[in-house]
């Protein structure tokens, strides 16, 4: 198990390692950076200081050693560093353990990581709404579906889901809004933006759920469309197999055979689904929470990238997939413990 463990680790350290490189590299050539810090009045002493202080003075390949040794947890940094970055850790001497340093906005001038983390409680509750919303509508579809195959219920389940599939967010973002925002506001009441939180002049900070809807109901339409294909197809083999017919020779209702026995047992690849989906929400909520104005990390990586304030793309793109690998390496450890095989063939 220990060996299992510590390839799985090996594993995601190198696609967070290639994540780093493709990101330094994609963003080098965009514009000047320390005219980007600076404006566009500052004075040839002031841009060479910037540059210096950014590593923009160096080669390439030294400026990349440096970013990761920012963004790495084990580091090495002087004193001077330290304090100049305010860095948060640990340090003997110049070796330290310390929180991923991001550097800072050029538009702020706010340490990123500071900035991402304000923003990551807002994601995090558009993506666990939206994951509920669809395992609890998605489930009971695709139960329906399948006791019911063949018919009418059926044959829309499937419809259904499938244009769900199909269908990009930033689509189904711009019809919800517009349906249910704009068109039905008088029978919905639901505001086409908003966040979590607003601050009024005389009441203070207000929770608004409200807002949540639209934009978890977007989010939740491919999972939703994924868990019912999953559950109905599932449930159709289950439902075929021999000890459900010996359940139903015994007299048992159908609902008492379907949802306490076949469901049950129908149910392992919809979790398998449910937990890669989180996942995927944290990564791709960026066009939900820009069409409904929610402030998350989707929301204020757009905002940066029309501002060209690459430290922040840069940092909301290594967060994302970090918080993907580690959901993902979670999984895969979880998957060991409870069945062995996958030790051997999990790679």
Request: proline share 5%.
């Amino acid at each position: 198990m220990a060996s299992f463990i510590l390839r799985k680790l090996l594993y995601s350290l190198a696609v967070l390692l290639g994540v780093v490189a493709a990101v330094f590299f994609l963003f080098q050539g965009f514009g000047d950076p320390a005219r980007m810090v600076l404006g566009q009045s500052g004075d040839a002493k002031t841009l060479a200081q910037i540059r210096k202080d950014l590593y923009l003075d160096q080669p390439k390949w030294k400026q990349f050693v440096l970013y990761l040794n920012d963004v790495s947890p084990l580091c090495i940094h002087s004193p001077e560093d330290v304090a100049r970055k305010q860095l948060h850790g640990v340090f003997v001497g110049e070796v330290g353990l310390k929180w991923p340093y991001l550097r800072r906005s050029y538009q702020t001038k706010k340490e990123v990581g500071a900035a991402l983390l304000e923003a990551v409680p807002g994601t995090l509750v558009l993506a666990a709404a939206a994951l509920l919303f669809a395992v609890c509508v998605g489930i009971p579809l695709g139960v329906l579906a399948a006791v019911r195959k063949g018919t009418w219920m059926d044959t829309s389940a499937v419809f259904a889901s499938v244009l769900g599939i199909s269908a990009p967010s930033f689509f189904m973002g711009i019809l919800v809004a517009y349906l249910l925002g704009y068109l039905g506001h008088a029978f919905t009441g639901l505001p086409m933006t908003g966040s979590l939180f607003d601050t009024e002049p005389f009441t203070g900070r207000q929770l608004r759920l409200s807002h949540l809807v639209l934009p978890a109901l977007t989010l939740g339409i491919r999972p939703l469309a994924i868990i019912t294909q999953l559950t109905r197809t599932a449930l159709l083999d289950v439902l075929g197999q021999d000890y459900i017919r010996t359940a139903r020779a015994k007299g048992l209702s159908p609902r008492v055979v379907v949802w306490r026995h076949a469901l049950r047992n129908a149910l392992n690849p919809v979790l398998t689904a449910v937990t890669g989906w989180f996942a995927e929400l944290l990564a791709g909520a960026f066009f939900v929470e820009y069409i409904f104005g929610w402030k998350g990390i989707g929301k204020l990586t757009v905002d940066a990238l029309e501002q060209l304030d690459y430290p922040v793309v840069m940092g909301s793109v290594l967060f994302s997939a970090a918080a993907f690998t580690f959901i993902n390496l979670l999984t895969d450890i979880l998957y060991g413990v409870i069945d062995p095989r996958a030790r051997v063939t999990g790679m």
